[in-house]
Every structure is written in C-alpha cells, then in structure tokens.
C-alpha cells in the first residue's frame, strides 16, 4: 500500500532546502569576502566591517521577524525571505555594505519564521516520527 506523501512532509522538505540556502548564503559572503576585499581595496577592518553588519540587521531583525510571521504567516514569509536574502547576496559586489546590511535584516527574520512554520505544522503526536 502506499503511502500519500503529506503536506507536513513537504513542508519539512522545503524547510530543510531553505536552511540550507540561508547558510549556504552565509558560506559565499564570506568566500567572496576575500575578492571583494581586493577589489575594493579594502583594509582587514574594512572588511570587518563590511561582514559585521550582515550579523547587525541579522540580529536586529529577530524580534520583528517572530512578529511579522505570526501577524501575516511564516510560509509567506519563508518563501519571500529566501529569495530576497538570495538576490541580495548575488547583488553584494554591486553595493557592498547596503545591500548586505539588507541582506543580514532579512536574513535575522529567517529564524523565527522558520521556527513559526515548524510550530504550526509539526504537533507534538508528529515528532520523532519518520518522514518517510
């Protein structure tokens, strides 16, 4: 007999492939970190720079992420976030510390949307359980 494939193991499957898309991200920046630093002749602390205010709007993004995904719904959200994080981390070179003060806001909401979307739809009878 075989068994239907569920919405919760989808969601599963497309949570997994966004948390690996968001460190992934987090990966590249700081590999091209090391050509954009000669590029733009950027000395060590420039560089710190640069790469300290992704964690700056990542963590300044929490709170308003956990909100803003249990006020208009965290599958919205996740999708939305993944692309926008991913866009702008492909736009880093153009608008080196902009974009990527951008990118670590909407970065830092990824977790508590993530979060939200895993509350919703795994139950505590579900957990432990295998997905396939």
């Known amino acids: 007999m075989a068994q239907r494939w569920s919405?919760?193991?989808s969601m599963m499957v497309t949570l997994a492939l966004a948390w690996f898309l968001s460190y992934a991200d987090r990966v590249n920046m700081s590999v091209?970190?090391?050509?954009?630093q000669a590029e733009f002749g950027w000395d060590e602390t420039t560089k710190g720079l640069v790469?300290?205010?992704?964690?700056?709007?990542?963590?300044a993004s929490q709170l308003i992420?956990?909100?803003?995904?249990?006020r208009i719904?965290?599958?919205?959200?996740?999708g939305l976030?993944?692309?926008a994080f991913s866009i702008l981390t492909l736009l880093t070179p153009l608008?080196?510390?902009?974009?990527?003060r951008s990118a670590g806001r909407i970065r830092g909401?990824?977790?508590p949307f993530f979060r939200t979307a895993v509350d919703r739809h795994v139950t505590d009878a579900v957990c432990g359980q295998r997905l396939v």
């Open 7 to 9: 919405v919760r193991k």
């Open 32 to 36: 091209a970190s090391i050509p954009m």
């Open 51 to 59: 790469m300290g205010s992704v964690f700056i709007g990542y963590i």
């Open 65 to 70: 992420g956990g909100l803003l995904a249990a």
């Open 73 to 78: 719904g965290a599958k919205r959200l996740l």
């Open 81 to 83: 976030a993944v692309t």
């Open 95 to 100: 608008a080196a510390q902009l974009l990527q």
């Open 109 to 111: 909401g990824f977790r």
